[in-house]
């Protein structure tokens, strides 16, 4: 169950927030989005992002890396960003992730309630449905790949085949 409601957002919306971040950065025509590097740009850009590289043992097993929604700040394990920096899909979709609750959450401003009954929400009003979601949107554009095969958008994008198959499946 999620600890937090936030206001809902479609896949549509949160699309146009990727796209509007690809044109900020000067990305919109890139296929390949170079997210360990943008770590230090959006420090640059954005006052009140910001992230740190921690030994492994610092995180649960089970975490890859997390973001403070109240301090804006990422916490990547060693481990996964060594392997996004070699250009592991999986590990480079984690920051992105990441990078997402940072956009929806922190940046945007969007409302964000305690889930204090704990109830079942809609996927909209799932922060974890929204970052996963802006993640994919981000690292593989709609539009730059509206032709391609899941194993092409693997290739091109930087991605796992898992992501590729469902940004394809997603994008219309
Ligand atoms: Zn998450």
């Known amino acids: 169950m999620p600890?937090?409601?936030?206001e809902p957002k479609s896949r549509k919306a949160l699309r146009q927030l990727a796209d509007m971040l690809r044109n900020k950065l000067g990305l919109s025509g890139e296929l390949?989005?170079?997210i360990v590097e943008l770590l230090d740009v959006l420090a640059e850009v954005f006052e009140d992002f910001s992230y740190e590289i921690v030994p492994d043992s610092d995180l649960s097993p089970g975490i890859h890396a997390e973001t403070?929604?109240?301090?804006?700040?990422?916490t990547i394990k060693e481990s996964v960003y060594e392997r996004a920096c070699d250009g592991e899909g999986r590990d480079r979709m984690t920051i992105a992730h990441e990078i997402g609750h940072y956009f929806t959450l922190c940046f945007c401003g969007f409302k964000l309630h305690r889930n204090f009954r704990r109830q079942k929400v809609k996927p909209f009003y799932d922060p974890e449905w929204q970052a996963k979601c802006f993640a994919g949107e981000f690292m593989v554009s709609s539009q730059l790949t509206s032709c391609m095969s899941p194993e092409e958008i693997a290739k091109f994008c930087g991605v796992s085949l898992d992501a590729a198959t469902y940004q394809a499946k997603h994008r219309n």
């Open 3 to 6: 600890e937090y409601i936030v």
């Open 32 to 34: 390949w989005i170079p």
């Open 68 to 74: 403070d929604v109240h301090t804006g700040h990422i």
